[in-house]
């Protein structure tokens, strides 16, 4: 393999890297994917839904043999306080029906690797199990890359990076600097089984329908961070996700904060008598617009969690984003394949100007103001979440006092609790979360 080039290398395994290696194989061209994990997906950990918007575009078919979970037509959020929860939440009869809203549970292991089967019957060759650890160079410029393996060095005419959140191969290039704790979140999960009929009747679900339940406030202990239950078929993926800086600040131990999360009065019920299956930990960049990677050099591109694309607001979106900037990323490649294998930065800043008019991106830069919000109104993982109990639970309880003057009080206590400005400073952030 010492002497073969390819014309392109694909690094990292995953939805971006899969994605942009199925666009450029299915062009004719020679596509290797260099994946460090046993498979592709045996390293990958995820706590979320997948979301097919892109994949229905790759592989129109998909639902004929991909191996997902459970079709998500139904999502609630709620606010954890000590003892309770407020919350609310949506099911539509017409998500529960094709496409199914492009949201489904998957177990990545499975998955990715079903995916990248996929990429292998396009044309591309995988070689799994083998890190990569620099670039070759020619002339100043990236020819290929370096590989533990025999014969390790791979040449290629352009290199796509796809090796994750702390993308080693980017930093070497001066692409983005070391992950900042404010701007890195550290997630931890655990899959729980449960037979499936258990599953369907403590979630209320009929058929292959799955559920997403997603929990802010106090569900990490004070950090800012949020916890979330999916639904799988037999079993149940729990798990919380919190700032590095924020866990820090309160000197909570990850897998101490998922444990308190477990045996919350609210969560309990959901997850008692299951087995653990599985215990993974994953980084997740939350940088948002502002923080997102260089995306291209000469013979060289950037895409999903490498580059920062994860929308880590109310909507929790990052595998659609992942696959789109592969797959814009793979159309910008065969591009310039078809004009002359020109790889140079000038004609690879065509990804960005696809990028720019995307979903992806424009996404980004919406919520672009999202994680500095919520770092600047850390009250409500703590003190407004006791305060919400306080006054909710107040303002509900039948006691034979009128409403009025109880409003009254209730009202002038919410005002007292903190500076009214705080507060209104706090309810106009959260806009940049929603909105």
């Known amino acids: ?46 706590g979320g839904i997948f979301f097919t918007n892109v994949m229905k575009e790759l592989i129109p078919d998909f639902l004929k043999d991909a191996p997902v979970e459970r079709n998500v037509s139904k ?22 029906k094709e496409p199914f809203n492009n949201s489904f549970t998957v177990l990545r292991a499975k998955f990715d690797r079903w995916f990248s089967e996929k990429v292998e019957e396009a044309g591309a060759m995988i070689i799994t199990g083998t890190v990569v650890d620099d670039f070759l160079l020619k002339d100043g410029k990236i020819c290929g890359v370096k590989a533990r393996m025999e014969d390790g060095d791979l040449y290629g005419d352009v290199v796509v990076l796809a090796d994750g959140v702390n993308s080693l191969l ?17 997630g931890v999960k655990e899959t729980i089984a449960l037979p499936e009929e258990r599953i369907r009747d403590r979630f209320g679900l009929t058929g292959n329908e799955g559920v997403a339940y997603e929990y802010f406030g106090m569900a990490t202990g004070g950090a800012i961070g949020s916890g979330f239950i999916y639904t ?14 924020s866990m820090l600040e309160h000197k909570l131990n990850p897998n101490d904060v998922l444990e308190a999360f477990k045996a919350h009065p609210v969560v309990a019920p959901l997850v008692r008598d299951g087995e653990q299956k599985e ?3 994953h980084l997740i960049p939350d940088g948002g617009y502002d923080k ?16 920062g694309f994860v929308n880590a607001t109310l909507f929790h979106e990052g595998t659609n984003l992942a696959m789109e900037s592969g797959k814009l990323a793979g159309q910008t490649v065969v591009e310039s394949f078809n004009k002359g294998k020109n790889y140079s930065a000038e004609a690879l800043s065509q990804y960005k100007t696809r990028l720019d008019n995307s979903f992806a991106m424009r996404d980004m830069k919406q919520f672009r103001g999202s994680g500095k919000a919520l770092e600047h109104n850390s009250k409500l993982f703590g ?13 509900f309880a039948v006691d034979g006092e009128a409403k009025w003057p109880k ?26 979360v929603i909105v």
Do not use: W
Not at 9 to 22: E, F, M, R
Not at 292 to 307: F, H, I, P, R
């Open 407 to 432: 409003e009254v009080r209730l009202v002038k206590k919410v005002l007292t609790a903190d500076n009214p400005f705080a507060l209104l400073k706090t309810a106009l952030d959260m806009r940049k």
């Open 75 to 96: 999502r609630r959020f709620s606010f954890l306080t000590p003892t309770g929860e407020v919350g609310g939440g949506f099911k539509f009869d017409r998500f529960n």
């Open 292 to 307: 997102l990677s260089k995306l291209y050099g000469d013979n060289v591109l950037v895409v999903g969690d490498a580059a």
């Open 383 to 395: 003190k407004y979440a006791v305060l919400m109990e306080d006054v909710v639970s107040e303002l």
């Open 232 to 245: 799988n078929k037999d079993t149940i993926s729990v798990g919380i996700g919190a700032t590095i800086k």
């Open 170 to 186: 980017a930093k070497k290039l001066g692409f983005h600097n070391e992950l900042s704790a404010e701007s890195t979140i550290v």
């Open 279 to 281: 215990y993974s930990a």
């Open 1 to 46: 393999m010492a002497d073969e080039k390819f014309d392109a290398i694909v690094v990292g395994g995953g939805p971006a890297g899969l994605s942009a290696a199925y666009v450029m194989a299915k062009a004719g061209m020679q596509v290797i994917v260099v994946e460090r994990g046993d498979y592709c997906g045996s390293k990958n950990v995820f």
